[in-house]
T-cell receptor, first 114, second 116 residues
Framework: DAKTTQPPSMDCAEGRAANLPCNHSTISGNEYVYWYRQIHSQGPQYIIHGLKNNETNEMASLIITEDRKSSTLILPHATLRDTAVYYCIVRVGTSGGSNYKLTFGKGTLLTVNP | DAGVTQSPTHLIKTRGQQVTLRCSPKSGHDTVSWYQQALGQGPQFIFQYYEEEERQRGNFPDRFSGHQFPNYSSELNVNALLLGDSALYLC???????????????FGEGSRLTVL
């Protein structure tokens, strides 16, 4: 799986958009970008994933650059409960059952301030 | 709909002892993966079980072993505990042939193991 690079920490004001960047310059054509987050003392939680098109769900939006070498996770209106470590993970596609190994880095600690 | 449940939540062992951690997957899931998370680090993949067989394994010694039962629940066993085995052990469940969702993993809250 391709390696990802994320800033170790970021701050965001409550109610503002949080934009979390991720570099994955060695991503292969069949690799997806996944985002998980881990609130303190809890297990990681799936947020969103995408291949090359921008994606949006009830939690966040994922913007992937055209060359797929980087992406940005956007939390449109951050709340205090969004304070967590956010992991950007790249892995081979979802078909079949052999691709569920996730390689976590250290992630980005997002702190949402009141 | 119960999510992934793990037990125990916390436990303390001494060096050389053996430990067994348990996991029940989310309803409808048939695959269980185990991860180790040391303090300040991201989770590291240990192994994955499907159809009661180990399907994938990360870079962990044979002291780490597992089992999956017919009801899809799973156990993680660690023998000859070392101080470095102190960590949060996470169980994640998924559907092996998942053609509907993105194949995301659902994690439990973890078992916090302290080795003294």
């Amino acid at each position: 799986d391709a390696k990802t690079t994320q800033p170790p920490s970021m701050d965001c004001a409550e109610g503002r958009a949080a934009n979390l960047p991720c570099n994955h310059s060695t991503i292969s054509g069949n690799e997806y970008v996944y985002w998980y987050r881990q609130i303190h003392s809890q297990g990681p939680q799936y947020i969103i994933h995408g291949l090359k098109n921008n994606e949006t769900n009830e939690m966040a939006s994922l913007i992937i650059t055209e060359d797929r070498k980087s992406s940005t996770l956007i939390l449109p209106h951050a709340t205090l409960r969004d304070t967590a470590v956010y992991y950007c993970i790249v892995r081979v596609g979802t078909s079949g059952g052999s691709n569920y190994k996730l390689t976590f880095g250290k992630g980005t600690l997002l702190t949402v301030n009141p | 709909d119960a999510g992934v449940t793990q037990s125990p939540t916390h436990l303390i062992k001494t060096r050389g002892q053996q430990v067994t951690l348990r996991c029940s997957p989310k309803s409808g899931h048939d695959t269980v993966s185990w991860y180790q998370q040391a303090l300040g680090q991201g989770p590291q993949f240990i192994f994955q079980y499907y159809e009661e067989e180990e399907r994938q394994r990360g870079n962990f010694p044979d002291r780490f072993s597992g089992h999956q039962f017919p009801n899809y629940s799973s156990e993680l066993n660690v023998n000859a505990l070392l101080l470095g085995d102190s960590a949060l052990y996470l169980c994640a469940s998924s559907l092996f042939w998942d053609r509907v969702t993105g194949g995301e993993l659902f994690f439990g809250e973890g078992s916090r193991l302290t080795v003294l």
